[in-house]
């Protein structure tokens, strides 16, 4: 995909989503495309408490902007060729889901995309990107549908937050938070989007 068609795409998906944007649960996209795999280990109203076995992510140094949501069309379309093969090894790797922001105190945003399996052990390089792998985690979440906005971003993650507040998880701060998103950014069906935090 040119960064032209990207960001043709994107610019109209957004003109036509508040006509046509719906709700969606169950990410669609893992499905079609290799999301990590995870237990739930605790559900509760508005959140649950998943299990992650070590999941590794490519992702972009960290960089300047006031809009996560900006950030991570940016972020996103470097990824996105990095799948299609501008890498080191010109390697073509399956598009994965979810695609993270970290949500940081400051404007400074880390965009990353889940690694496919058969390709965590040694994942194509890039200057410009870096490889983390995760420890095993627990991960508390919180769904909502729609485009992610940057209004609605401090909203969600307080609604997490007073998910948690009479469960024991209230007493840990997170190691980080992010929003995952599970759709290209000029889909405008069965969005789904998570808040995270991670322990
Ligand atoms: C944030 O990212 C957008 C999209 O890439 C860009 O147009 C804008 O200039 C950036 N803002 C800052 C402060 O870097
Ligand atoms: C969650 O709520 C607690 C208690 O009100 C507060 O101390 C903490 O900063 C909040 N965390 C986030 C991420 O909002």
Redesign the pocket.
């Known amino acids: 995909m040119s960064a032209t068609t990207f960001q043709f795409l994107v610019l109209w998906s957004f003109i036509l989503a508040p006509f046509l944007s719906v709700e969606g649960k169950i990410p669609e996209s893992c499905k079609k495309n290799e999301c990590p795999t995870y237990d739930v280990t605790e559900m509760g109203k508005d959140y649950e408490i998943r299990s992650y076995n070590s999941p590794v992510w490519i992702s972009t140094s960290p ?5 996560l949501v ?2 991570t ?2 972020g996103l379309a470097r990824l996105i060729n990095y799948v299609e093969g501008k890498n080191k090894e010109k390697k073509v790797i399956k598009m994965t889901f979810p695609v993270i922001s970290e949500v940081s105190k400051g ?1 400074s945003i880390v965009v990353s995309l889940y690694v496919p399996k058969a390709n965590q052990e040694n994942p194509p390089s890039a200057d410009d990107l870096k490889v983390q792998r995760w420890k095993a985690s627990y991960i508390a979440v919180r769904q909502y549908g729609r485009f992610v906005k940057d209004s609605d971003v401090k909203t969600e993650v307080a609604a997490l937050n007073a998910s948690l507040a009479a469960t024991k998880w209230a007493a840990k701060t997170p190691n980080a938070i992010f929003v995952a998103q599970y759709n290209f950014p000029f889909e405008l069906y069965n969005r789904v989007n998570e808040i995270w935090f991670l322990y």
């Open positions: 960089f300047q902007n006031n809009s900006d950030a069309l940016y404007n």
